[in-house]
């Protein structure tokens, strides 16, 4: 396989990332109080979730000869929202909800009751690592729907971080 066009992945900072990422999407303003976003979990009945994708890509990847590597990654993941009985009202603030999460990473202006929030940095991560940017992969759609009319929305979005460590 050509080794250009070869998927590559960083494997060493999927659980940092992970971590941080974690920790982030439950300080979004938009979330209740006491409301978390669960890790991979999410009850038949309800709730809110991430879940990381396969593995973060390397994108971008510059050797130097002195053996310093410079890499530039996407860490996609999803966060879901789960509820029963859902109203044509529910299912509009559902989406909405996602999205202006995505917004919010993003770094835009976020209002939640009546108040604007705006990400302003993003948190340190571990060693030579830092976090770029945010990026809505795909608006909040409606996922899937069961049998009992169970409704899951989900949002798409990814983290593009720095990767610097010496070979």
């Known amino acids: 396989m050509d080794e250009k066009n070869e998927t590559r992945y960083d494997t060493e900072s999927f659980d940092v990332l992970t971590q941080a990422v974690r920790a982030l999407v439950n300080r979004f303003p938009g979330l209740g109080p006491g409301e978390k976003i669960a890790f991979a979990t999410l ?28 890499q530039v990654c996407r860490y996609p993941f999803a966060v879901l929202i ?13 989406k909405e909800r996602l999205d202006m999460l ?5 770094g835009q202006s976020v209002t ?5 929030y ?6 340190a991560l571990t060693g ?11 608006p909040a759609y409606l ?5 009992h009319q169970t409704e899951t929305w989900a949002v798409a979005l990814a983290a593009r971080y720095e990767n610097i460590y010496q070979k």
């Open 43 to 70: 009850r038949d009945s309800g709730g809110l979730a991430i879940f990381p994708g396969d593995g973060a890509v390397i994108e971008e990847e510059h050797r130097s000869v002195t053996g310093r590597v410079r």
């Open 82 to 94: 789960r509820g029963g009985g859902m109203n044509e009202e529910s299912r509009a603030s559902a």
């Open 102 to 106: 995505g917004r919010w990473l993003q």
């Open 112 to 116: 939640v009751e009546g108040q604007a």
């Open 118 to 123: 705006a990400l302003e940095r993003y948190p």
């Open 128 to 138: 030579e690592r830092r976090f770029l940017d945010f990026s809505i992969q795909a």
């Open 143 to 147: 996922y899937e729907r069961d049998e």
